[in-house]
């Protein structure tokens, strides 16, 4: 498959929403490599990669972001 990137937000958005799980989870890395935990949680979460969204989280430092993380899995994940 060949990508036709006209601008590095054109191509976060491309590999996003790409078919295959572990190009959604290169998404998710690259925005917790620029610092955009928020986004790399959410695409993490979407794809039920709880490993991930931890790390993330852990590495970010946020506690406000651990809490909500916290909550979601609470909400979502345990009581399902």
């Known amino acids: 498959m ?3 990137f006209t ?3 054109n ?3 491309q590999i996003e929403k790409h078919e295959l799980l572990e190009m959604r989870r290169v ?3 690259i925005y917790k490599k620029a610092g955009r ?3 790399s949680i959410a695409l993490s979460k979407k794809d ?3 490993k991930d969204c931890m790390e993330t ?3 970010s430092g946020e506690r406000e972001l651990s809490e909500e ?3 979601y899995f609470i909400e979502q994940v345990c009581f399902i």
Do not use: M, T
Request: with cysteine; hydrophobic share 55%; proline share 4%.
């Open 2 to 4: 060949i990508f036709l």
């Open 7 to 9: 601008s590095p937000n």
């Open 11 to 13: 191509a976060f958005v």
């Open 27 to 29: 998404a998710a890395y």
């Open 37 to 39: 935990w928020k986004q």
């Open 48 to 50: 039920n990669l709880y």
């Open 57 to 59: 989280c852990s590495q």
């Open 69 to 71: 993380l916290l909550v």
